[in-house]
């Protein structure tokens, strides 16, 4: 069995094939290592999130990852000014749309944080702050995963997410790590 984490970048789809027509200049996970047949990620992140990804050829590892409510944080920054009542409506569950039905996420985790000093630089930049306002940075505890949850929550309080990193996973985290860093786990 073969178990690695990865700092997926910006801009790269969690996927090792792109079956789509059209733009098909699409970066995806098999650029960044050698990796064994049969190797699967564990769960997504978009392509414009970034973070930690595990990637595994063992069925097992994945979907105790996806399906135990292991708890996922990630790193928010969003347009505007986060205060108390944005963490206090966010940790207790909103409801918001997935694939056009209604949803109530569960309570989470949510604290106001300074701007990461560690994280990489992404490969495209948010935009400057001078010209278009100030930024602030959440760190966001999900012990689920809907399809673009995260966003759609700070979207639904006004605060719409103009990056995304999934810091941790369990207790791997991508702490020191580099966008399209690849590390081999022995779990």
Known sequence: MAYYKIFKPYGMLSQFVYNQKRRKNKRLLGELSDFPEGIMSVGRLDQDSEGLLFLTTDGKF???ITSSGMEKEYWVQ???IAKKEHVEKLSKGLKISIYGKPYQTLACQVKLMEPPQDLPKRAKDIRNENDHGVTSWL???????????VRKMTAKIGLPTLRLVRYRIG??????MQAEEVIEMHP
């Open 139 to 149: 760190s966001i505890t999900l012990t689920e995963g809907k399809f673009r949850q």
């Open 171 to 176: 207790e791997q985290t991508i702490e020191q």
């Open 78 to 80: 969003v347009d505007g």
């Open 62 to 64: 994945s979907h105790h």
